[in-house]
């Protein structure tokens, strides 16, 4: 097992530079980095600070969503709620100019006002959450929510099941994407984005390769060097492999020991920080050595980076951010006809060659290779099949536990 060779490193840095990127400020922290003030306040104490309280589905009962009156017909348009940086440009020059979502206009004479308005997954859950509570539309027909996301928008049962008839590239998902924990077929959502979340460090700084998770959490050469994320899910699952547990399937006593392990960690003084959006700039300014990363972040980073892919040992974690549709959508038939122009393989590899993520489709590695072959050549983007083996998602939480988790690991790490 090894890392991403430098060579090889360069290559892809050289063809990533020739293009639009916003290294400074990383697409996916944008996504993940800034929930983690939040969890517990979105989740019941959410509610009630609505004035509402939403309803959970008990276990074992079938959650569909509620349907409101589509209008597809008769207004041709998309209304779609979504992060910044996460979709393709046309250059720097034109930054609302996406060539993908212009194509699909033309192709179907559906307009899509494009709205990058979310910047922290459960900030947007309390926008949406008292329209969708009370039956009403939200305004937006489709939503980009991260996976854990996901199975809480489905426990108040306020996502739709999506119609297959208007996806039928549906089939092209690739079959170990359709086994998800959280939606099972995929009946619910349609990934928008899947990477991995491993470890990065800087060369220059860290003259011993680093081999496992362990290590980052108890070499001596690593003390105060080493930044984690304050998302709970991310942090936790990677104490959770240093410690030789399952993060898809814990027990709380296992929760509590990884708890454990990344509070002494922090009082030791060999955790620095724990960061959001900002870790890449501390990372590149040489204020941390080594720093949990996502995997389209370090795509672009230099050569001076070394970012462990078949390594560390214990494995790497995997994530998925995703489409859904919420109750009462005004365009919900269009919209499925939106997720699937981006199920089309030349789609789906035009997308991830701009923001350096796994493709999810099948057919769009070999889509990717003839439209950019440095690009499908990294393994950072087109995973080895050890990789995908060594990947771990997070185990699937009720709302209870997200809340009860994500409220004692701010406390262990003073957020």
């Not at 509610?47 to 509620?66: E, F, I, M, R």
């Not at 392990?261 to 959006?277: C, D, M």
Request: with cysteine; glycine share 6%; aromatic share 10%.
């Amino acid at each position: 097992m090894k890392g991403l060779s430098l060579e090889d490193l360069a290559r892809f840095t050289n063809r990533t530079r020739a293009r639009s990127t916003t290294a400074a400020m990383s697409r996916r922290s944008l996504l993940r980095g800034a929930t983690a003030g939040g969890l517990a306040v979105a989740g019941a104490g959410a509610l009630s600070a609505c004035g509402v309280q939403g309803h959970v589905v008990p276990d074992g009962a079938k959650a569909t969503g509620q349907a409101g009156k589509d209008h597809s017909a008769t207004e041709k348009k998309v209304v779609w709620a979504t992060w910044p940086a996460y979709i393709d440009i046309q250059d720097d020059k034109h930054p609302s100019v996406h060539p993908t979502l212009n194509a699909f206009t033309k192709q179907t004479g559906i307009q899509v006002d494009y709205l990058e308005i979310i910047n922290d997954n459960n900030d947007f859950y309390t926008k949406v959450d008292p329209y969708l509570v009370k039956g009403i539309d939200t305004g937006y027909d489709v939503l980009v929510v991260s996976d854990y996301m996901v199975a809480k928008y489905r426990t108040y049962d306020y996502i739709q099941e999506l119609d297959l008839a208007n996806i039928p590239n549906h089939g092209n998902l690739l079959p170990s994407v359709l086994k998800d924990p959280v939606d099972p077929g995929r009946r619910f959502s349609v990934p928008w984005a899947y990477g991995f979340t491993t470890i990065a460090y800087n060369t220059k700084l860290v003259k011993t390769p680093i081999t496992s998770i362990a290590e980052v959490f108890t070499r001596a050469d690593l003390h105060g060097k080493v930044s984690l994320f304050s998302e709970m899910e991310d942090t936790v699952a990677l104490a959770l492999l240093a410690l030789g547990h399952n993060p898809e399937q814990f027990t709380d006593k296992q929760f509590n020991e990884a708890l454990e392990y990344v509070r002494r960690a922090l009082s030791s003084g060999q955790v620095r920080n724990f960061t959001g959006n900002d870790y890449l700039s501390d990372f590149q300014n040489g204020n941390t050595a080594v720093t949990m990363a996502y995997s389209g972040d370090v795509a672009q980073l230099g050569v001076d980076y070394l970012v462990t892919l078949d390594l560390p040992k214990e494995g790497l974690l995997a994530w998925s951010d995703n489409c859904v549709i919420p109750n009462f959508a005004r365009h919900k038939t269009n919209a499925e006809k939106m997720l699937n122009y981006y199920l089309e393989p030349d789609v789906a590899a035009q997308l991830s060659d701009y923001i350096d993520y796994v493709p999810s489709v099948q057919g769009a590695v070999a889509a990717l290779q003839k439209l950019d072959p440095p690009t499908a050549a990294s393994p950072l983007i087109v995973p080895t099949k050890q990789m995908q083996a060594n990947a771990h998602g997070f185990m699937k939480l009720t709302i209870a536990q997200l809340d009860d988790y994500t409220s004692r690991f701010q406390q262990a790490i003073g957020q």
